[in-house]
């Protein structure tokens, strides 16, 4: 494997004079040898023996430079430079043109023969130099075969395409490669065309100005006569209005002075029906308030009679009423106090019935406790009985082996020594009969 190895170089004088003014190259393009490897928007090209070998050059490609080999990386991104030039056209006037340039290299295999890409660097402010040196020349070129209305609003036309179409059949490829620098020019644009000379260019503006305000004149002319044309209009109409309002006011005047004395005799008339149809109306109030008056108390006798009747009611209906709740309550007083005395019923019924179970639970235990006790006595009896009879026949052997060293000693001289035996026999088979 091969390893990557960087070699620095310190600069000499002659290196450092001939270095002077020119940009700082990469030392990673310029290396002797090495790995080197292009940007996406470069193009490697990896010469040796004189020849391009395919295999490691390519865009955006890397490979290995022995110290005999040559390496040039071309740069493909969009480079762009600005030119300004000036020159006088026909008119023997100074004009002075800025412009912008977008170029790019196209064909990378073309453009390292033309230009020394084994510093990328230098040789791209190089190619700008050139491209801007010739754009400056065919600028004064066109200007000079130009008049300066054609410079200023033909610009386009008359610079843009000319300066497209002449440069770029200089910097393009031939079909066989052996002519053109590899160079593409996208675009050429005029942006500023300006006249040197103030004073020409005054008097290239006063036409243009002395148009603007002879229209100007012109415009304030019309809008004057239109004015005092209005103005009379205005004036005539205003005088029409004045005598047709003083006509009109004066028979409404006239219509006024009839209307004021048809309304006098009028008012008199209406005052007159006025006061007679007042006098008839207070009569038919009058009349009116009387009968309604009479309406009115006779239907307060009436209501008052209703009253007194509906009290009358109402007392009943309240005594009635009164005497229901009472009877009501009586019935409610007497099924409480049964209810009471069922219920004192009920719980003597249940005092009583715990009570009897408790009696009769008392006396089933008391009885249950006494079966028990006779049938454990007589179950020990039944025992007894058995062990007796069991070692009855070893006491009889005993009592007959000890018998004949029984002594009787009797104090007195009442009874009979063998009762007194016999009862301490059957006192021994009791003893053992327990």
Same mark, same amino acid.
């Given at each position: 494997?091969?390893?990557?190895?960087?070699?620095?170089?310190?600069?000499?004088?002659?290196?450092?004079?001939?270095?002077?003014?020119?940009?700082?190259?990469?030392?990673?393009?310029?290396?002797?040898?090495?790995?080197?490897?292009?940007?996406?928007?470069?193009?490697?090209?990896?010469?040796?023996?004189?020849?391009?070998?395919?295999?490691?050059?390519?865009?955006?490609?890397?490979?290995?430079?022995?110290?005999?080999?040559?390496?040039?990386?071309?740069?493909?991104?969009?480079?762009?430079?600005?030119?300004?030039?000036?020159?006088?056209?026909?008119?023997?006037?100074?004009?002075?043109?800025?412009?912008?340039?977008?170029?790019?290299?196209?064909?990378?295999?073309?453009?390292?023969?033309?230009?020394?890409?084994?510093?990328?660097?230098?040789?791209?402010?190089?190619?700008?130099?050139?491209?801007?040196?010739?754009?400056?020349?065919?600028?004064?070129?066109?200007?000079?075969?130009?008049?300066?209305?054609?410079?200023?609003?033909?610009?386009?036309?008359?610079?843009?395409?000319?300066?497209?179409?002449?440069?770029?059949?200089?910097?393009?490829?031939?079909?066989?490669?052996?002519?053109?620098?590899?160079?593409?020019?996208?675009?050429?644009?005029?942006?500023?065309?300006?006249?040197?000379?103030?004073?020409?260019?005054?008097?290239?503006?006063?036409?243009?100005?002395?148009?603007?305000?002879?229209?100007?004149?012109?415009?304030?002319?019309?809008?004057?006569?239109?004015?005092?044309?209005?103005?009379?209009?205005?004036?005539?109409?205003?005088?029409?209005?004045?005598?047709?309002?003083?006509?009109?006011?004066?028979?409404?005047?006239?219509?006024?002075?009839?209307?004021?004395? %048809?309304?006098? &005799? =009028?008012?008199?008339?209406?005052?007159? /029906?006025? #006061? !007679? @149809? $007042?006098? +008839?109306?207070?009569?038919?109030?009058?009349?009116?308030?009387?009968?309604?008056?009479?309406?009115?108390?006779?239907?307060?006798?009436?209501?008052?009679?209703?009253?007194?009747?509906?009290?009358?009611?109402?007392?009943?209906?309240?005594?009635?009423?009164?005497?229901?709740?009472?009877?009501?309550?009586?019935?409610?007083?007497?099924?409480?106090? %049964?209810?009471? &005395? =069922?219920?004192?019923?009920?719980?003597? /019924?249940? #005092? !009583? @019935? $715990?009570? +009897?179970?408790?009696?009769?639970?008392?006396?089933?235990?008391?009885?249950?406790?006494?079966?028990?006790?006779?049938?454990?006595?007589?179950?020990?009896?039944?025992?007894?009985?058995?062990?007796?009879?069991?070692?009855?026949?070893?006491?009889?052997?005993?009592?007959?082996?000890?018998?004949?060293?029984?002594?009787?000693?009797?104090?007195?001289? %009442?009874?009979?020594?063998?009762?007194?035996?016999?009862?301490?026999?059957?006192?021994?088979?009791?003893?053992?009969?327990?």
């Amino acid at each position: 494997m091969y390893r990557e190895t960087t070699i620095t170089q310190t600069p000499t004088s002659n290196d450092t004079a001939w270095r002077g003014g020119r940009p700082v190259e990469d030392p990673y393009k310029t290396k002797r040898w090495g790995f080197i490897t292009a940007k996406p928007s470069e193009y490697l090209v990896h010469v040796r023996h004189g020849r391009v070998l395919a295999r490691s050059s390519g865009q955006g490609a890397n490979c290995f430079k022995w110290p005999w080999d040559a390496v040039a990386i071309v740069p493909t991104s969009l480079q762009q430079l600005r030119f300004r030039a000036d020159q006088v056209t026909v008119e023997k006037v100074g004009v002075e043109v800025v412009g912008l340039a977008v170029f790019r290299i196209s064909e990378p295999l073309v453009a390292y023969r033309v230009l020394n890409f084994s510093y990328p660097e230098r040789a791209q402010q190089k190619l700008e130099e050139t491209l801007t040196a010739m754009f400056v020349g065919a600028t004064r070129r066109l200007i000079a075969n130009l008049t300066v209305e054609d410079c200023m609003q033909k610009r386009k036309h008359a610079l843009s395409e000319e300066l497209l179409r002449e440069i770029a059949l200089v910097v393009g490829s031939g079909a066989d490669g052996t002519r053109g620098w590899g160079v593409v020019l996208d675009t050429i644009e005029v942006q500023e065309v300006r006249v040197l000379s103030e004073k020409v260019f005054c008097a290239m503006q006063a036409p243009y100005r002395a148009s603007l305000d002879r229209k100007a004149r012109e415009a304030r002319a019309d809008a004057d006569r239109e004015i005092a044309t209005r103005e009379a209009d205005c004036n005539r109409s205003i005088e029409q209005a004045r005598i047709q309002a003083q006509l009109e006011v004066g028979e409404k005047q006239a219509g006024l002075d009839q209307a004021v004395v %048809e309304a006098q &005799k =009028l008012k008199a008339l209406g005052e007159a /029906e006025a #006061r !007679r @149809a $007042v006098d +008839e109306a207070t009569l038919l109030a009058q009349a009116a308030v009387a009968e309604k008056r009479a309406e009115i108390e006779q239907r307060e006798a009436q209501i008052r009679a209703h009253d007194a009747i509906e009290r009358q009611k109402l007392a009943m209906l309240e005594a009635q009423a009164e005497n229901e709740a009472y009877a009501l309550r009586s019935e409610a007083l007497a099924r409480r106090l %049964e209810l009471g &005395k =069922l219920e004192w019923s009920a719980q003597l /019924e249940e #005092r !009583r @019935a $715990v009570v +009897e179970v408790a009696a009769i639970e008392g006396r089933t235990q008391a009885e249950v406790a006494l079966a028990q006790a006779q049938a454990e006595r007589q179950s020990a009896e039944a025992q007894a009985r058995v062990i007796t009879a069991q070692n009855l026949p070893g006491l009889a052997a005993a009592v007959g082996q000890r018998f004949g060293e029984v002594k009787i000693v009797q104090m007195g001289g %009442e009874g009979n020594a063998f009762s007194s035996i016999a009862q301490a026999v059957t006192s021994v088979l009791e003893m053992a009969r327990s």
